[in-house]
């Protein structure tokens, strides 16, 4: 079993920037990839960013390309989001996971860290 521990979430203006970190932790040989996920109010959750944990492929939303950032360390086992010209529409609540499977879903959350972007 894998635990995930997000931080760095918070209030910010339009146009600025904010890190998302996340920390693994338990039965972390087993990952194979970690990624983002986000849940505004009164939406469904949705994918944000995903990093394969060899060879650091990267993959994005097309609603974040050219914004965000997904990153990774290998040594602390811990995935970053670098959040940069941020919306009102970013605004949800952020989620780390993490999966076993390159192709296979997320099945590791963590509790999820509040971004909040006022215009």
């Known amino acids: 079993q894998v635990q995930l521990v997000e931080s760095g979430g918070g209030l910010v203006q339009a146009g600025g920037s904010l890190r998302l970190s996340c920390a693994a932790s338990?039965?972390?040989?087993?990952?194979?990839?970690m990624g983002w996920f986000r849940q505004a109010p009164g939406k469904e959750r949705e994918f944000v960013a995903a990093i394969r944990w060899s060879g650091g492929s990267t993959y994005y939303a097309d609603s974040v390309k050219g914004r965000f950032a997904i990153s990774r360390d290998n040594a602390k086992i811990a995935v970053y989001l670098q959040m940069n010209s941020l919306k009102p529409e970013d605004t949800a609540v952020y989620y780390c996971?993490?999966?076993?499977?390159?192709?296979?879903?997320?099945?590791?959350w963590g509790q999820g860290t509040q971004v909040t972007v006022s215009s």
């Open positions: 338990g039965r972390t040989f087993n990952i194979q990839k």
């Open positions: 996971a993490g999966g076993i499977s390159t192709a296979g879903p997320f099945g590791s």
